[in-house]
Each structure stands twice: as C-alpha cells, then as structure tokens.
C-alpha cells in the first residue's frame, strides 16, 4: 500500500508508442480498483509487463525481468502481502501458452485487445487459490475502446491518442499482423472525445498512434446519421478545429496510404508538425518485394517528393532492415543510395531478426549475424551524419518549442521542436514547474547527435505561444 492507502502498480513498458499509450490506459482500467502508479516493483500489488515482440532480444528481455521480479514477489509473500504479477501485450499474445510454462509465477497473461476486461481478471487472480496463471489473449468482437473509462490519469503537455491498431498488410519479416489482429479503425466521435478530453487535462500536442496509422478510415456520423468513413487527412483537420490544440503529429504511416488529401493537410494545416515518420524499410526492389511491402523505391522518392513540394521543410525519418535474407552487397547499395537521394532528420535501423511464424523466418539465404552487423554500422554512419548535420542547420534558427519535462541537468527543460528534435534549456531556478506546458521561441544555439540547445526568446513568443512569464 501506498501512504495514501492506495495498491501499489508498477507498469514497464517495452517497445513502440502504442504500448506506452496502452499502459497509460491500463493505469486508468486499474485506477477505479484503488491501484496507484509507483517507480519501483519492488513491494508493488501488481507488476504489469507490457511487452513488445519485434525483434527476438525484447522477448528474451521478459523473461529475464521475469525471473529477477519472482524474488520480489516470493518477499512480498514472505512479508504476508501478494503480488499480481501480469505480461500483457505482443509477447503475451504470441506465446502467452509458453511464459505460463516458463514462468509459473506469472498470475496473469493478456494481450493488447483485451486489457479492458483487467479489473475482471485481477479479481480472478486474487480469488484463485490454486495459484494457476489465466489466460486473455482473444480478439475479441467488442473493442476495448468501447470499454476503456474517460477518466485518465494527468497526461501532461504532450499525448498520444490511439486512432487505429493491427495490420492487414503482412510484410514477410513483422509479427503485428498476428499480435494486434486485423487493421480497426476508432468512429470518429470517440477521437473526437478523446482528444477533447485530453485538452482539458491540459494536452497541447497529440500524436495520433496506429500501426498503420495512415490507413485510418474511421466511421463518423452526423446527428446519430451515418457520415461514411474519414480518411486520417479529414481527421487531422477536424482535430485542428479543437481549440487548446496547438500541435498534432500522427505516426507510424505506411508509403502505400500516403494519399493526396494527407499530403494536401501537411500542406494546409498549421498545426500538423512538419515531420514524418515514413518506413521504407530497405533501397532495394528486389527485397522490397520479398518483403511483401507492396511498392518500389521509386514509388516511396515520389511519395517523398510530393510531400516536399507541398511543405518544403518537412523532416523526415525512417526505419530499415538490414541483412533481410538474401539481401546482396548491390541490394544494400541501394538502400544507401535511398537515403542519400532522400536524406533524413532521423531514423532507425535494425538488424534482420527472424520472427517465429513469419514467411522471412523459414526462407533461404538467412544472413551471418556479421554481415548484419557491418551494414548496419555502415547504414547507422550514414544516418547518423544526415541527423548531424540536420541538426546543425537549425543552429541560429528560431523554434517554437513545446517544454514538456525537467531536464536531466538542475535548471533544464526539455520540449520537442517542430522537427521531433529534443531541445534542452536553461531557465531561471524556480520556475520549472510553471513553465512545463508552455510554447515558447528557443533561439537554437548547439547541436549535438540527437538533441539541440537553446535559449528561452521570451520578449518574442510567436502568437500561438502560451505566454508565461520567467521571473522567480
Ligand atoms: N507499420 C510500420 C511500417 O509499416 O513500417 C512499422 C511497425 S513495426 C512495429 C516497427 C519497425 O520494426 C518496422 O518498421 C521495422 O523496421 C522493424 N521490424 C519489424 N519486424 C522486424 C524484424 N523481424 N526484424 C527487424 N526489424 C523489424
Ligand atoms: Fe508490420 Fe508491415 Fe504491418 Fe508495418 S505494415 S505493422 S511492418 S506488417
């Protein structure tokens, strides 16, 4: 128990940003059961793991904290007190058989479509008496958000809304498809009151999260009549209409949904950012099409080339795969010739891991880990350099910066430019807290690799800037 009476929950969350916006959801299902985050799972009631199984390490890396959080239950039991002890999420699913096997002291097993019904769970786990783990990993008909509670816990200046989950295109090597289930898409009215809800506990910013977030085609209607379905482009401007929203950003997008009126809202709308997480994942047309992506590299520089002419200034980033089986020497040059032609603000880049279940996993011509590993420290040089030097042009520039969080530093905040880039800077003692949430200018006075350095322009805030004042 916390000194407010209240059961200690503490979430680790593995992976993408849909899994951080489910555990902040989970925390909200679990608070009506008197459950209260905590930083630590040592001496908590519940210890959810919410994990992510992308790449085979993440899986490996549960159950390692597995086995380091059975020592704190067993003394939890020892001092007369339970643990519940949960993994949810992309692992759960896909072997959620496998860690109640491994894993006797895990209580409970869920995936990420089903953690609405976790207070019914729960109270399973503190009735059962023979102490054997449930298991909830359904797709099942109703969706969560229908049951998820509108209360939410405070979400600070920046948020994620989740707009659409699981995959229908299949690209050989990825394991969503069969972890999230089919593509869903949220009616329209529930983002709507979502994000208005989101503005009134004081959000600013909101990132639209799906794992194909572009393919979004949510039902909307009007005055209880149907309205058709609204592609992410509408959305974006209709969420642009709701006033205390300053900034919106949506990712991870797939090139094949990158439509026109998308590109025409970068173009149109002030407050979507100008930065785009784009995936194309390797150069190569040959591999492009072994992993089932469903375009060329051509196809993605003209994507990348619209969305240029319609807003000059956008960032862009990306993730690749390195070492894709049967990926040649000539199949990896292109994907360097790719970045060159594009050149990115950003971006992430993975060896080929083999995922049980997916086509990539049984085909011929897998890859030695050393050849993996070289192209990988060849495409990271080159990316590296291009954030480097993205960074470094925005030196002597002016940015509206969002201040989200203290800095490491005593004295520091820490916000996000337009670009997605961190940017730290000093301000006065005292004033952290009051300044936290505010939209300031920050002249850009250092670069580093992935962050930039400023200095607060508060005489001369742009007009969409919330104003406050810096003195003690
Ligand atoms: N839906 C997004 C898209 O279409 O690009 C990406 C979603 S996935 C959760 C995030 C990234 O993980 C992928 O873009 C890919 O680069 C990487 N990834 C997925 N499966 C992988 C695998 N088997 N090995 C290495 N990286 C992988
Ligand atoms: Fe995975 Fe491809 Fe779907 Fe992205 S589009 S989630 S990489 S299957």
């Known amino acids: 128990m916390t000194e407010n009476g209240k059961k200690r929950l503490f979430i680790k969350t593995y992976g993408c940003q849909m899994n951080v916006y489910d555990s902040s959801r989970m925390t909200d299902v679990l608070a009506p059961l008197g459950y209260e985050p905590v930083d630590s799972p040592r001496g908590a009631d519940m210890v959810i793991l919410n994990t992510c199984h992308i790449r085979e390490k993440a899986s490996e890396k549960v159950f390692s904290e597995l086995g380091r959080l059975r020592a704190f239950k067993q003394e939890r039991e020892a001092e007369g007190g339970d643990m519940v002890l949960a993994v949810a999420g992309c692992v759960a699913q896909a072997e959620g058989e496998e860690i109640l096997r491994r894993?006797?002291?895990?209580?409970?097993?869920?995936?990420?479509?089903?953690?609405?019904?976790?207070?019914?769970?729960?109270?399973?786990?503190?009735?059962?008496?023979?102490?054997?783990?449930?298991?909830d990993i359904d797709f099942p008909v109703e969706s969560k958000f229908d049951h998820l509670p509108e209360e939410m816990a405070a979400p600070g200046a920046a948020a994620f809304l989740s707009v659409q989950e699981g995959c229908d295109k299949f690209c050989s090597f990825c394991v969503v498809p069969y972890t999230r289930g089919a593509e869903f898409s949220r009616p329209v009215a529930s983002v709507l009151a979502e994000a208005r809800r989101l503005v009134e506990a004081g959000v600013q910013e909101i990132t639209l999260l799906g794992q194909n977030v572009n393919a979004y085609h949510g039902e909307a209607e009007t005055g209880g009549t149907p309205g058709g379905t609204w592609g992410l482009g509408r959305l974006l401007r209709a969420l642009a209409e709701i006033e205390g929203i300053t900034r919106l950003r949506y990712t991870t997008s797939h090139p094949r949904d990158m439509d026109d009126d998308l590109i025409a809202a970068h173009a149109e709308e002030p407050k979507l950012m100008p930065y785009l997480h784009l995936p194309v994942q390797s150069g190569s047309d040959r591999i492009l099409a072994a992993m089932n992506r469903q375009h060329t590299a051509d196809d993605y520089l003209r994507i990348v080339e619209r969305l240029r002419r319609a807003l000059p200034?956008?960032?862009?980033?990306?993730?690749?795969?390195?070492?894709f089986p049967g990926e040649s020497d000539a199949d990896f040059a292109e994907t360097l010739r790719l970045v060159t032609e594009v050149g990115y603000a950003q971006a992430y880049s993975f060896k080929y891991s083999p995922r049980p279940g997916t086509p990539a996993a049984v085909a011929d011509e897998q890859l030695p880990e050393a050849v993996k590993a070289e192209r990988l420290a060849g495409l990271q040089q080159l990316l590296g350099a291009q954030a480097a030097a993205f960074n470094q042009a925005c030196v002597g520039r002016t940015l509206p910066v969002l201040l989200e969080r203290a800095g490491r530093k005593p004295g520091q905040l820490v916000g996000r430019s337009p670009y997605m880039q961190s940017v730290h800077v000093p301000v006065p003692e005292g004033t952290q807290q009051r300044l936290i949430g505010s939209l300031f200018d920050v002249a850009i006075e250092a670069a580093y690799d992935h962050s930039l350095g400023g200095r607060l322009l508060v005489d001369d805030a742009p007009q969409h800037s919330t104003r406050a004042r810096i003195s003690a």
Do not use: C, N
């Not at 980033?317 to 070492?323: E, M, N, P, Q, R």
């Open 103 to 135: 894993a006797p002291q895990v209580d409970l097993v869920f995936g990420p479509q089903t953690y609405h019904r976790l207070p019914e769970m729960v109270a399973r786990a503190l009735r059962s008496a023979d102490g054997g783990g449930q298991l």
């Open 313 to 323: 200034d956008i960032a862009l980033s990306s993730d690749f795969i390195v070492g």
